[in-house]
């Protein structure tokens, strides 16, 4: 919503000065805020938990899967970047390509991009064929009598090169994937909150029938503030309550953060970011489409909204 955006500022000053706590008081702030934020979400998605990252919450993500399916193995997308912690760089190619490599309980899918990837634009189907893969990889698994817990993607790839899935790629995944008995997860750290422009959250592009079963948070939830948060279903929180180990943050979801969070929702709405990001976004588009055709080292040229990508070619 812009740096030191006046909205924001006061709604932290004025939470200051009445009282900031630790997560074990109760405060109205949060509730309000979860109430706020589930009126963005599909319903199913009605239990939330605030922390102070995206990595946090990608970590707790990875934890309420395994715990809701009591498998292990996760499935992600080739170059995928998903956070700084010890688990999450186990599931970002990007990163532990470099470090110590491939887990055993770690699954890596073919980015589904129609412009460089296995299956481009001629390919008759390229959705089925991209989540044809997926399918493989857990019957190559499962032969290996390991269990898949989660598929676990950006609704967007944003660090994999701006990629944008074909529509209906996620609900064939997710299909593959609850008959293994894993849950799906959607991360929309880089790319919620309106960025897309014609949807609240980049995971709506794939269309209405598809939801995820935990969608998680960060970067522009508190506008630089730190605010993150998972939102599950029911049904995956009460299997991860019923360890009796309770999910404790301390300043996850802070009378602070909380007010903050309620003001960027509000700053959206108010001043219509939405409709920016489309209206910018395809203005941006489309002056990039016009140098595509005078440069031809300008290979693509994709997005929706405020999220774009330019592939340069040799």
Request: hydrophobic residues 40%.
């Amino acid at each position: 919503v812009g740096h030191c955006h006046p909205d924001i500022v006061k709604a932290a000053h004025e939470q200051n000065q009445l009282l900031n706590t630790n997560s074990r008081y109760l405060h109205d702030n949060l509730v309000d805020y979860a109430e706020r934020l589930s009126k963005t979400l599909p319903e199913k998605l009605c239990i939330f938990y605030f922390l102070n990252s995206g990595s946090e919450a990608n970590d707790l993500a990875l934890r309420l899967a395994r715990q809701y399916t009591k498998h292990e193995d996760v499935i992600v997308l080739d170059h995928a970047y998903h956070g700084h912690l010890t688990s999450l760089i186990d599931i970002s190619p990007y990163k532990f390509r470099n470090l110590e490599g491939q887990k055993e309980w770690v699954h890596v899918a073919p980015v589904p991009d129609t412009y460089r990837g296995l299956y481009r634009e001629d390919h008759e189907d390229s959705v089925t064929a991209y989540a044809d893969e997926v399918k493989n990889i857990i019957e190559q698994a499962h032969k290996r009598g390991r269990k898949i817990a989660a598929f676990f993607v950006e609704s967007l790839p944003s660090v994999g090169g701006q990629i944008i899935p074909p529509a209906g790629y996620f609900q064939k995944v997710a299909e593959h994937v609850h008959k293994a008995r894993g849950v799906f997860i959607a991360d929309e750290i880089q790319v919620g909150f309106g960025r897309v422009g014609k949807h609240f959250w980049a995971f709506q592009l794939q269309g209405e029938d598809f939801i995820p079963d935990i969608v998680t948070m960060g970067k522009p939830i508190g506008n630089g503030h730190p605010l993150a948060c998972v939102a599950t279903t029911k049904e995956i929180a009460e299997a991860f309550a019923a360890t009796g180990v309770e999910y404790f943050n301390t300043f996850g979801g802070n009378p602070v953060s909380c007010a903050i969070g309620l003001a960027v929702l509000d700053v959206i709405e108010k001043e219509h970011l939405q409709a920016h990001a489309t209206e910018v976004g395809n203005f941006l588009l489309k002056i990039l489409k016009e140098q595509q055709i005078k440069h031809p080292i300008i290979g693509d040229v994709r997005g929706c909204g405020l999220f774009i990508g330019v592939d340069l070619i040799k």
